[in-house]
């Protein structure tokens, strides 16, 4: 890979580009990426042909990230992870933070023998009240679980890289965002949603969901599952109106898909009605359904569902519209990349126990599914024009130390604090209070920049954002966070002349090795 790859995209746009970033090397974080995201990053802006959305669950940044790059390992553990001596630090725990934090406990290192812990409180309000206006004190009190024999004070817990080590070695060998937030505050629908729409607003007025209480005037503030799927259980499912990415992309003619672990039915029901029965053992050893209805943000759209599951024509047909209506199981996704017919966009969604969620998963379950995935799509042919993001839906609570920008207020008594105020400008919906808690944020590509920490902020929508501007979709509308995302070109070097070495590790310690 060398800069001639570059050469045939448009030098007014990539001069364009280039003032974005130059720009942004002066200006404040939030301005540097509202500028940088001005740029058009059209399809000749960019060599990425394939983009890879790993979306996993509920993990804060300073849960994964907290001590970044040092290990604080006890005696008799092994060395899992070193770093190099030019790793860029990250906004972390600092010793102060460590041994004096301003809530009830101070954080607490777990080790690889902790990998399965009880899951925190991650709703919309309780987690406003942890953050406390800024003050970063309430999370034992509000995001603690505190029920079913959990400590509450667990919810101070981070992990290290004798721990978390694929996913620090992939921090330091590509980019990482460490001023990466949720959309809005909220658990894992909202997410998942903001995802692919920037919108929770626009729950159907005529749908049994307008009773639960997971909707504030018609916006989304909780997990009601999705409307158009046959695998729901909720009482109250809800469909949603608008805009989402799938729409942009299928009016563009542009291949994508949402490929989802255990979204293939086992059986079909005698009222017809797809029945998802996969399981596998979770972090606990207990079974736990593969698929999660409410980790499947397009079923919510009648546009983009494939309520009874049904699966792709033909392989030829993975990522074009069809019966599936690009709603994929995750086995569908390897069939299209060993025919080489990789969509341009695939949102790859782990099966339950892969995906990081403490309760039913874990650090080690979803260093597993990251690694087998990882490995194999850099050892493909469409490697050389791909660019994999891992990026989570909510923080489950997890005490983050860092307050996010406001950059949205909520407009409703159900959000405290500074979100506890009218909507500021015309266009905005109560219920969606935002930034919400810092994730993990990580590009892994051969144009990433390497070793490097990328300081500007971001959101959930900058994937969507880039998703717009790399394939010219145009814009949500009505009030989308997409108009304001920051822009995810500082992880990028496309005019480097040499490719980011690939880097393959082992599923199970997470280190590099030569297979």
């Not at 817990?157 to 949720?182: L, P």
């Amino acid at each position: 890979m060398t800069l001639q790859l570059c050469a045939r995209f448009k030098p007014l746009t990539a001069a364009l580009i280039a003032a974005a970033l130059a720009m942004a090397a002066t200006a404040s974080p939030a301005s540097a990426a509202n500028a940088a995201s001005a740029a058009p990053e059209t399809s000749e802006a960019t060599p990425i042909k394939h983009l890879v959305v790993l979306f996993q669950e509920n993990i804060s940044f300073d849960h994964y990230f907290g001590t970044y790059p040092k290990v604080m390992a006890k005696p008799g553990e092994p060395a899992t992870f070193t770093a190099r001596p030019d790793t860029p630090r990250v906004n972390g725990l600092t010793a102060a933070l460590l041994e004096h934090n301003p809530n009830r406990a101070n954080p607490v290192r777990l080790d690889r023998s902790q990998s399965h812990t009880c899951s925190m409180i991650h709703n919309y309000a309780p987690e406003q009240r942890a953050y406390h206006a800024g003050k970063m004190d309430r999370f034992v009190e509000e995001t603690g679980n505190h029920y079913k024999g959990c400590d509450p004070k667990a919810v101070m817990g981070y992990y290290d890289g004798a721990t978390v080590t694929a996913i620090w070695n992939y921090a330091q060998h590509f980019a990482m965002n460490d001023n990466s937030y949720s959309t809005t505050y909220g658990p894992s629908a909202t997410g998942a949603i903001n995802l692919i729409s920037g919108q929770t607003h626009g729950v159907r007025s005529d749908g049994p969901g307008r009773y639960s209480k997971a909707v504030m005037n018609g916006t989304l503030i909780g997990d009601d599952q999705p409307l158009y799927d046959d695998c729901s259980t909720s009482k109250t499912p809800i469909a949603l109106n608008g805009k989402n990415a799938g729409d942009l992309l299928n009016a563009k003619g542009v291949t994508w898909g949402w490929f989802q672990g255990g979204f293939r039915p086992t059986s079909v029901g005698p009222d017809g009605k797809a029945i998802c029965g996969a399981k596998h053992a979770g972090s606990d050893g207990q079974r736990y359904d593969d698929y999660m209805p409410h980790h499947a943000p397009f079923q919510y759209y009648s546009s983009t569902a494939n309520p009874h599951h049904l699966p792709p024509s033909s392989v030829a047909m993975i990522g074009k519209t069809d019966a599936a209506n690009h709603q994929y199981d995750l086995s569908d996704f390897w069939a299209a990349l060993d025919a080489h017919n990789l969509p341009a966009v695939s949102y790859l969604k782990a099966p339950a126990y892969e995906d990081g969620h403490s309760g039913y998963s874990g650090p080690l379950q979803e260093q597993q599914y990251l690694v087998d995935t990882i490995n194999r799509l850099q050892q493909s042919p469409e490697w050389k024009e791909m660019a994999i993001i891992i990026a989570y839906d909510d923080s489950d609570g997890w005490y983050d130390h860092q307050m996010p920008p406001t950059v949205n207020p909520s407009g409703a008594p159900a959000a405290p604090d500074k979100c506890d105020q009218a909507a500021a400008a015309a266009g905005t919906y109560v219920g969606r209070c935002g930034y919400g808690p810092r994730l993990p944020f990580l590009v892994i590509s051969p144009y990433a920049r390497e070793n490097f920490v990328d300081h500007h902020v971001t959101d959930q929508t900058s994937i969507l954002r880039f998703i717009e501007d790399n394939w010219q979709l145009g814009r949500i509308g009505d009030a989308s966070f997409d108009e304001r995302a920051g822009s995810l070109l500082h992880m990028f070097d496309f005019h480097r002349k040499t490719a980011a070495p690939k880097l393959i590790l082992d599923r199970q310690s997470g280190q590099m090795t030569t297979k």
